[in-house]
Nanobody, 115 residues
Framework: QVQLVESGGGLVQPGGSLRLSCASS????????MGWYRQAPGKQRELVATINVGGVTNYADSVKGRFTISRDNAVNTVALQMNALKPEDTAIYYC?????????WGPGTQVTVSS
């Protein structure tokens, strides 16, 4: 019963930047963790970055140093700043919110990195 809506996706050239945003229908303090995952066509969904209630972050090795996850508790939003984008970053990016063992997902936003 949690609604998550992603925004900010689009087409960007290699080396460019995008900022994704995930708006939650409920207070993000209710979530044990939130994060971003991505899935390319024909590939498995993979973790990009997470942040838990203590503010501890986790990043996939492929995005460390380029992506930054953050949260704004006042407006129930989690963001993903993506810099130095590469073609292999092309995927649908999904927002995730976890309460105990229950995962909630947004519908996704497309990110395409191409020259």
């Amino acid at each position: 019963q949690v609604q998550l809506v992603e925004s900010g996706g689009g087409l960007v050239q290699p080396g460019g930047s995008l900022r994704l945003s995930c708006a939650s229908s409920r207070n993000i303090f209710d979530f044990n963790s939130m994060g971003w995952y991505r899935q390319a066509p024909g590939k498995q969904r993979e973790l990009v970055a997470t942040i838990n209630v203590g503010g501890v972050t986790n990043y996939a090795d492929s995005v460390k140093g380029r992506f930054t996850i953050s949260r704004d508790n006042a407006v129930n939003t989690v963001a993903l700043q993506m810099n130095a984008l590469k073609p292999e970053d092309t995927a649908i990016y999904y927002c995730n919110a976890r309460i105990l063992r229950t995962n909630n997902w947004g519908p996704g936003t497309q990110v395409t990195v191409s020259s």
